[in-house]
């Protein structure tokens, strides 16, 4: 028996979300329906962020146990032509049977972009979030400041979420606008609440329209109540960039 962790791509638009449910196609069933063909054997993936409906990554990690003899590298290879063309293996490789993908020390990153211009651009409506009032950028870059750091979230995280403990560790928060006028929102830390980036991002695109002001930030924290914060940002505009683990891989 071995383990192969693999780090896959998605646009999530034609997806509900990572997860295996009731109803819809996730992003888990399609691995596992190709894997289990490829491999001859009843696959189930283990996946490290169960990123919501329309949320789409550049390298979610997901591991599965096998008996298979085809090389842990040559995997990735094989899968790709059993998976439709918005789903990619980026890698694939073998790891101890212990690692488990979310009990593992990591650092996750994500990118929430925000098209800031007048009118809307077709080829981005599906990876940017449509925003025409303007945003200043340097007013949201003051209050991502006070997100940076060990806090109670609670105000950031969907009522939804069913956990006791909503202290989380944000490592870093950035704000920058390119010259094709989106705006990118990146935030790495060590996990995440339930909608908690897509939240943030709501309340910083409330503090650049002058809804909010930088410093209520450090407020709305402090206040641990969801309402205090901003809305939750559409799911398009959010990318998983990456997940990075700490002695992994053989």
Request: proline letters at 4%; one cysteine or more.
């Amino acid at each position: 028996m071995r383990r192969v962790k693999l780090v896959v791509a998605y646009d999530g638009s034609n997806y509900c979300g990572w997860q295996i449910q009731p109803s819809g196609i996730t992003i888990e069933e399609m691995l596992n329906n190709a894997l289990t063909g490829l491999l001859g054997e009843e696959i189930k993936v283990i996946g490290a962020s169960r990123t919501d409906s329309g949320v789409h990554s550049l390298g979610n990690v997901a591991v599965f146990d096998t008996m298979t003899r085809i090389p842990p590298g040559k995997i990735c290879y094989a899968l790709n032509q059993r998976l439709p063309e918005d789903i990619v293996v980026q890698d694939s490789c073998e790891v101890p049977l212990d690692f488990h993908p979310r009990r593992c020390y990591s650092e996750k990153a994500y990118e929430y972009r925000i098209l800031n211009r007048k009118l809307p651009l077709p080829t981005l409506r599906r990876y940017t979030y449509f925003y025409y009032r303007d945003l200043n950028v340097k007013k949201m870059q003051q209050g991502a400041s006070y997100l940076v750091g060990r806090h109670d979230f609670k105000s950031f995280c969907s009522v939804k979420t069913a956990v006791e403990d909503t202290v989380r560790e944000v490592l870093s928060c950035t704000v920058e606008k390119s010259k094709e006028e989106v705006i990118s929102i990146r935030v790495t830390g060590t996990g995440f609440l339930y909608n908690m980036v897509r939240i943030i991002a709501g309340t910083l695109i409330s503090v650049g329209a002058g809804e909010i002001q930088p410093e209520a930030v450090k407020e709305i924290l402090e206040k641990r109540e969801r309402s205090a914060a901003g809305p939750t940002a559409p799911a398009q505009g959010l990318t998983m960039l990456g997940i990075t683990y700490v002695k992994t891989e053989k």
